[in-house]
């Protein structure tokens, strides 16, 4: 019986794919083997000894602390591309938000409540809120993966010029972008020719705040620039410095922060990229399988800590050994069950940067069916140096 804790409402759709004999799922268990969450704060959490997984239905995992995880051998699941196509929708909006000054001329509306020459007033006044057609004009997209793809794709059917830039662009990524997006030698190149700029790409100590002074010096006037990825991927005093000086002519972020709001040429949304019932059915329902076929199965695919691993499962008693990338560990492990009598039949190791998986197979007789001799290779394999958790599957 697998217990699984939700810090988070998470959608039923997503909780269904655990089957009920197997699993307990609650909101609060001092011993669970998996958590489930979306935004819910673990920075703070003692992680208990039981915890095996963390499954984040979403792409981001800052609110996750992923290297302590990485250290106890909690693998850290999230869950790319299920909420692509909403955001790509958000971005898509945001890209005629920010041409025609829609959200600045409903408020400039909103404010004439109360008087009875409304009509009178717009017409007099809509000039103020004149914008460009997006039809012909560039569009620089930064980082093709899902969701970047999605958006080079339908800006180019709805009629823009587009480059993208990605040097790490997935083979499924290439085979999903329409050819008809150019490929941008650089992402100066993105900065001095594109009408439009939109950035899709993770938050870490690289890519910290890499939108800043030196890019802005290289816009176009008037660039529009959306930020739908991560705050902290722009420098914001750079950024408030370039719509002064007219670089910037509107910026849209799905990531508010106090110094960004009050100025007319910035539209704040709040955090809704991913804010529909679907994306939400979709991240759960792609963090439960994903967290359901590692307890089960010893399965990774989308971990952020440890590797992509697969070995079909033939029904054995499997070892699901997470260890240090180092020499020496599976030859420890190999000999030590060849000491036992115990066959191999299959195995797997991979690794990611220092963290690694090996999954074991073995033939193991009635006589050693028995769960003390089980138990006891466990307890042997624990002891192998650089090792940090053994299950048994």
């Not at 959490?45 to 792409?59: C, H, I, N, T, Y």
């Not at 995880?69 to 958000?90: I, Q």
């Not at 920010?98 to 959200?103: A, C, L, N, Y």
């Not at 004439?112 to 409304?118: I, Q």
Request: aromatic share 6%.
């Amino acid at each position: 019986m697998y217990r699984i804790v939700t810090l988070n409402n998470i959608a039923k759709q997503g909780l269904n794919c655990f089957s009920e004999g197997d699993y307990v799922i609650s909101n609060k268990d001092d011993n669970p083997d998996g958590v489930i969450l979306r935004s819910f704060n673990m920075h703070d959490m003692e992680l208990p000894s039981s915890l095996k997984a963390v499954a984040r239905a979403g792409a981001g995992v800052n609110n996750i602390p992923v290297e302590v995880c990485s250290e106890r051998g909690v693998v850290v699941f999230n869950t790319p591309g299920a909420n692509a196509n909403a955001v790509k929708e958000l971005v898509l909006a945001s890209l005629l938000l920010s041409s025609r000054k829609v959200t600045q001329g409903i408020a400039w509306v909103q404010s004439l409540h109360g008087r009875e020459d409304v009509a009178d007033a717009v017409e007099k006044n809509k000039a103020q809120f004149v914008g460009p057609e997006i039809l012909g004009k560039k569009l620089g997209v930064i980082g093709l993966g899902a969701i970047g793809v999605l958006v080079a794709n339908d800006a180019y059917r709805m009629g823009m010029e587009v480059s993208g830039f990605d040097p790490f662009i997935s083979v499924d990524a290439a085979w999903n972008l329409s050819r008809r997006v150019a490929k941008a030698a650089s992402l100066d190149e993105i900065y001095r020719d594109c009408d439009y700029i939109t950035i899709h790409v993770p938050y870490s100590a690289k890519t910290e705040k890499m939108l800043n002074k030196n890019c802005f010096a290289l816009m176009k006037e008037g660039t529009r620039l959306l930020n739908f990825s991560r705050a902290g991927l722009v420098d914001n005093d750079d950024l408030l410095s370039a719509i002064a000086a007219g670089t910037i002519g509107c910026y849209v972020t799905d990531f508010p922060v106090p110094e960004l709001l009050g100025n007319d040429a910035i539209i704040p949304i709040p955090h809704l990229g991913a804010s529909t019932p679907e994306s939400e059915e979709n991240c759960a329902v792609m963090a439960s399988n994903q967290l359901k076929d590692y307890l089960e199965f010893g399965t990774i695919v989308n971990s952020v800590n440890f590797p992509n691993c697969y070995l079909p499962y033939s029904g054995r008693k499997r070892f699901c050994v997470i260890h240090k990338n180092v020499p020496k560990v599976i030859g420890a492990l190999t000999e030590l069950l060849g000491d036992n009598g115990i066959n191999i039949s299959d195995m797997i190791n991979k690794s990611k940067d220092m963290n690694a998986l090996t999954l074991i197979d073995v033939d193991i007789d009635q006589a050693q069916q028995d769960d003390e001799v089980v138990d006891a290779l466990k307890a042997k394999m624990m002891t192998v140096d650089s090792v940090i958790d053994v299950r048994v599957i």
